[in-house]
């Protein structure tokens, strides 16, 4: 069943929210950037200086990331320097996050693409959840780059 825009909003805004709440209980200040065509989704501040963290939000047993798409080199700016994915259960709706710097999305994409450059290509990179797997709940990602 194909999700509706409705849906897709409420979803990838209870990621948003959800990845503050946890950046806040981590005493990290931060903020959600609102618009559709924004280029950060939360920006953290700390000491006059701030990180970009792109959320995406999934259902499914893969998520969209369209990395190779929109990161055509590996010195390309503005880039986001953290990818939180967010994992929502759809019987629970618990949530799992799976922290991951901006190099390591880049590492995971070119596993997935059979990729040994950085290039850009055509399509829609994704990757799996079960992947990401050992970037579950690694806060510390954040937490220790400040």
């Known amino acids: ?21 946890e950046l806040q209980k981590r005493k990290i200040q931060c903020s959600i950037t609102f618009g559709n ?15 970009v963290v792109e959320v995406k939000t ?9 990395f190779f798409q929109n990161y055509h080199s590996r010195t390309q700016t503005p880039r986001p320097d953290f990818w939180i ?12 996050f799976y922290i991951l710097t901006h190099e390591e999305m880049a590492h995971q ?16 990179d994704k990757v799996t959840i079960s992947q990401l797997a050992t970037y579950k709940n690694k ?8």
């Open 139 to 146: 806060w510390d990602t954040i937490v220790s780059s400040f």
């Open 1 to 21: 069943m194909k999700q509706s825009n409705e849906d897709k909003n409420f979803l990838n805004m209870s990621g948003e929210y959800g990845v503050c709440s």
């Open 85 to 96: 994915v967010v994992h929502i259960d759809n019987d629970t709706h618990v949530s799992d």
């Open 109 to 124: 994409q070119m596993i997935v693409n059979q990729m040994t450059e950085w290039t850009a290509i055509k399509g829609f």
């Open 37 to 51: 065509q924004k280029a950060a989704d939360i920006l953290i501040l700390k000491d006059n200086k701030y990180w």
């Open 58 to 66: 999934t259902r499914a047993k893969t998520v969209a990331t369209n």
